[in-house]
């Protein structure tokens, strides 16, 4: 804490300074700590994390910080030299503030005049302005509604206490109420209707332009004001102002910047009464800087449109909604190209710092600049495209998006030391938009400059040059899908070209399109497009079919509409299939609330291309693909191997001839004396194991196994040798087996690199190649698992947990899922029909024989199983289990061998693991149990059986291993594949990671 001081010294003594800013602003700023008591910022945080002067300063180049200082969720502070242009501060701040976090108060000083701007996001801006001489009285002033040095303890302590209590949405609801009234009032004295709602919006533009100081403040509602009184001399005043506007040039003393020929292009004005001026004259009274665009455009329509005026107090589409939209389909691309640019950039800011020549600094520095004005000028070039865009409020959300965008990369560049990314880059020219309600196609290119210009003025940018409304001939009055050509056939209109369409085009269900825009038009409606949208679909069909056909040209690259989300089924899903057969559906809300013309209605949102994208979403999840319907089903076969899943998983050794002996010949040689080598036959005579023993009872086999051994070396080993010689030598021999005449004492396939991977291993993990079950065990480093299984080389429970975890389900869960067959056929273990992977329902075994029972179990498969049910092939029904498709694919909770130790979530899974070996082997080999109980006790048996205690320690592992993946324990099938694959996807490179929810990173 600082010591005190008191106001009056410290008015006294900032009012005397004559310091400049360098030398004076902190000095400023730790005499006001003092006085209010509060701490600085290198007490109260000496690392400068939350409170610091000199916020963003690069050290590197030397470039000033984004703010003097900075208290993290409080303000951003910038000093000014006395009498210097506050507004300049501002402005800084403002183009700034998304890199401080967007604090709720802006300050600006020039250590004499304080200005405290409120940055609460949807409320209207408020202003608290006062000078020393302020502060020392300390009273509210017609600048700052409360004391001033209540207002700075607001910005140290609790900068809500300056929130104002309007929201942009309730001054734009005002603003709308009174222009209704305004327009009724002149529709009820007979004026046109497209003549009013012409003549209102200038007013409009007006009442925005004095607010955001374009007009010279307060010019025109001094003109209203006047009026009052005498509103026959209004509409000549008027008359000059717009004249003004419409070239520019002086009414009265006052300088009027040219706007331009289009808004303002004829000087006509409506008589008003004096009561019409009065409304004005409270509509005058509002902020209209702070008017919501998305919002207005709306409501405006329903004002000047005397068929919606009864929807004037009804909901309207919100910002976020559209957005939802938006994001997905206009900003994902260029946001993934900006993460690459900035990588890029961030590689040539680091050799130009490095740079120790002038000349490497100067290139490094050229191309840093080249890469990001590139980039901008992407941003730039994207043209979008609303085929029924109303008044707007969609191609205003993608234009604010695309400026937000520029303004980062701005903020970017100009902290690495590059200057010059001009703002107007981006603007209104890159929006087209297609509108047949006269109202709304009016109303929508002054939306969309009124939010540009609001855009500018909000973020520090200015005002645009002039003319400030540019010619904006992109937004068309005109039917999107069908017009005449000039013998009067129906003909589809050209719609202006674009790289992104969006929008909400209209929803008529078939049955009433006819009563709606009657025969003629649907009978030309339907025979244009014959054989592309079945007659009777929503009217809505047409826009997505139009998009579709304008993506297979290659000038459209992607569309985001949103539909009834009846679009889902019957004729209307027609559409969705054909753009399916000629690009993708790449993301999707298959069943949403939205609001319509004020009603209360359910949507699907639809994003699709040629098929370039490949992250597809649906519901907000990542899947792997998206049916026509809407649904999912995860598309396995694009799954990838992955590199780090390598050299774990082998095939176990093949030997193609006769290597297995009998227990009684493998004791005679373990008990023969050593060889001549000194070596003891144990060294090559090994227990051996196949499938069948994984998961039946071991048979008891041996084999001789000489790895890579020499002929010289395995020699030495002479029962054994002369074993293989004897059995194994003429059987390699032979034509067909030539191939491997050539180490005719080894296994045709030893497998080098599981012997390699198994080295020094404790236990291993193997699994049967082909299985009903999928199911895995623990095998001792002396057994040779054979070619009919697969050796997985780990020996810890975590990694033998997440192969053998079950799901978790709800018991509805259970019964959906799968039906397997567990029929027995009398003393055989495997079922002859085996696995019936997908099947639900009635389910009959087709190797039905005497004795065989059968009966329908359901069950759900292993996490990992499912898996493996769908990425590997089968035999005869029975799921065949392979490294590549099915282990390397499958993308583990951590990277194998990067796992990291002592993570509890890792713990949890290798207890889990645990118990259930210990269970399921205690359940194998039961105390007292008579050799025939142990015949009939096999894992297999055990899982056709599935006891509720298994199924209880599988749900278990199952939590556990969910719980790694950071996934909710309730998902379905369908879900977990399609996270698996995306995770796959992810791993691969091919997807990106922000489309996967709850991924734990490395
Ligand atoms: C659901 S609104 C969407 C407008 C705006 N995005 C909104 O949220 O208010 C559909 C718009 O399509 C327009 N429209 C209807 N039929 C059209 C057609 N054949 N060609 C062009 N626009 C049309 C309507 O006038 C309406 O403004």
């Known amino acids: 804490m600082s010591s005190r001081l008191d106001v009056p010294t410290f008015v006294a003594r900032w009012q005397r300074s004559t310091l400049t800013e360098r030398s004076a602003a902190q000095q400023h700023f730790l005499d006001l700590c003092a006085v209010l008591g509060q701490p600085t910022p290198a007490a109260s945080d000496p690392d400068g994390t939350h409170y610091t002067f000199e916020k963003g300063a690069r050290k590197t180049s030397g470039a000033g910080g984004w703010a003097d200082v900075w208290l993290r969720r409080h303000f951003a502070w910038e000093y000014k030299g006395k009498h210097k242009d506050l507004k300049a501060a501002y402005r800084q701040i403002q183009q700034y503030r998304e890199d401080l976090e967007n604090p709720p108060l802006l300050v600006v000083c020039d250590l004499n005049r304080f200005e405290v701007h409120t940055n609460f996001t949807n409320t209207v801006k408020a202003v608290y302005a006062f000078d020393l001489a302020d502060l020392a009285r300390n009273e509210p002033t017609p600048t700052c509604a409360l004391p001033p040095l209540e207002v700075l303890r607001a910005v140290f302590t609790s900068p809500d206490l300056l929130r104002p209590n309007r929201t942009t949405a309730s001054v734009t609801e005002d603003a709308a109420r009174e222009f209704a009234a305004l327009a009724e009032s002149l529709r009820r004295r007979g004026e046109d209707p497209e003549a009013t709602a012409h003549f209102l919006m200038r007013l409009l533009f007006c009442l925005f332009a004095e607010d955001i100081d374009l007009l010279p403040a307060g010019l025109f509602t001094r003109l209203v004001a006047a009026s009052v009184a005498s509103p026959g001399d209004f509409g000549l005043r008027l008359r000059e102002l717009f004249a003004r506007m419409a070239t520019g040039g002086f009414f009265g003393e006052h300088k009027i910047p040219y706007f331009n020929g289009g808004l303002f292009a004829d000087d006509t004005t409506l008589a008003l009464a004096a009561g019409d001026v009065a409304i004005l004259a409270r509509a005058a009274a509002l902020d209209w800087a702070s008017i919501e665009p998305v919002i207005f455009g709306t409501l405006f329509e329903r004002s000047l449109d005397p068929t919606k005026r009864s929807q004037l107090g009804a909901h309207y589409t919100s910002r976020d909604d559209i957005l939802l939209i938006m994001e997905p389909v206009l900003m994902a691309p260029l946001r993934r190209r900006w993460a690459a640019v900035q990588e890029e950039a961030r590689i040539l800011i680091g050799r130009r710092d490095a740079a120790s020549d002038r000349g490497t600094r100067t290139r490094h520095q050229q191309a840093l600049a080249r890469l990001l004005l590139a980039f901008t000028d992407e941003i730039a070039a994207m043209r979008i495209l609303d085929p029924a865009c109303g008044s707007g409020n969609f191609l205003y959300v993608a234009l604010k998006r695309l400026l937000d965008l520029w303004k980062e990369v701005s903020a970017f560049a100009a902290t690495s030391g590059v200057a010059g990314l001009l703002p107007d880059a981006v603007g209104p020219q890159q929006l087209y938009g297609i509108e047949v309600n006269v109202y709304a196609h009016e109303l929508a290119s002054v939306v969309v400059w009124i939010g540009y210009i609001q855009w500018l003025h909000d973020n520090g940018f200015g005002i645009p040059d002039t003319p400030i409304l540019k010619p904006l001939h992109n937004i068309q009055r005109l039917d999107a899908l069908l017009t005449r050509d000039e013998t009067g056939c129906p003909v589809e209109p050209a719609w202006p070209e674009a790289d992104v369409i969006v929008g909400n085009p209209p929803f008529l269900g078939g049955n009433k399109i006819r009563q709606e825009l009657g025969s003629a038009y649907v009978d030309d409606l339907f025979r244009l497009y014959q054989g592309r949208v079945p007659a009777f679909s929503d009217l809505v069909c047409y826009w997505f079919e139009r998009a579709r056909a304008l993506i297979t040209t290659g000038k459209v690259k992607r569309v985001g509409l949103l539909a009834t989300n009846s679009i889902r089924g019957g004729a209307n899903r027609r559409v969705l299939e054909r753009i399916k057969e000629t690009g993708d559906i790449f993301w999707a809300e298959s069943d949403r609330p939205w609001i319509l013309n004020g009603a209360n209605v359910r ?400």
């Open 603 to 1002: 949507v699907s949102m639809v994003g699709f291309d040629a098929g370039a994208e490949v992250a597809h979403q649906l519901d907000d999840q990542p899947v792997a693909s998206i049916n026509p319907d809407l649904t999912t089903t995860a598309a396995l076969t694009t799954a990838r191997r992955l590199t780090e899943n390598g050299g774990i998983c082998f095939m176990g050794p093949s030997p193609k001839a006769p290597f297995d002996i009998p227990a009684a010949v493998a004791r005679t040689m373990l008990g023969a004396p050593v060889n001549v080598n000194g070596r003891p036959n144990s060294d090559v005579v090994r227990p051996v194991a196949s499938a069948v023993d994984l998961v039946g009872r071991p048979r008891g086999e041996w084999t001789i196994d000489f790895g890579q051994m020499s002929l010289e070396q395995a020699a030495l080993y002479e029962m054994p040798f002369a074993y293989v010689k004897e059995h194994v030598h003429p059987v390699r021999m032979e034509e067909r087996k030539a191939q491997y005449a050539g180490n005719w004492w080894q296994y045709a396939r030893p497998r080098v690199e599981m012997r390699a991977a198994l080295q020094g291993k404790a236990r291993y993990i193997a699994t049967p190649g082909v299985s009903k079950h999928r199911i895995f065990v623990w095998v001792a480093p002396v057994v040779l698992c054979n070619q009919g299984t697969l050796v997985v080389a780990r020996d810890d429970d975590y990694f033998f947990g997440v192969l053998q975890s079950t799901l978790h389900a709800s018991p509805v869960d259970w019964l959906r899922i799968r039906s397997i067959c567990v029929g027995k056929i009398s003393g055989v273990e495997t079922c002859v029909a085996g696995v019936a992977p997908t099947i639900s329902g009635p389910f009959s075994c087709q190797g039905k024989q005497d004795g065989c029972v059968t009966e329908v179990m359901t069950r759900r498969a292993t996490l990992h199983e499912l898996w493996a049910l769908r990425m590997g092939t089968a035999l005869e029904d029975r799921p065949r289990y392979t490294p590549t498709s099915t282990f390397e694919t499958f993308p583990f909770p951590w990277l194998p061998r990067r796992e990291p130790a002592g993570d509890l979530r890792m713990d949890a899974i290798a207890v889990a693991a645990r118990a259930l070996v210990e269970q399921r082997d205690r359940w194998l080999n039961p105390e007292g149990a008579t050799e025939a109980d142990l015949r009939a006790r096999t894992l297999t048996a055990l899982y056709n059986a599935r006891p509720t205690w298994l199924d209880l320690e599988h749900r278990r592992l199952d939590d556990a291993v969910l719980d790694a993946y950071g996934w909710p324990r309730d998902l379905d099938d369908e879900e977990i594949l399609s996270r698996l694959l995306a995770l796959n996807l992810e791993r691969a490179g091919t997807l990106d990671p922000r489309m996967v929810p709850g991924v734990v990173r490395l």
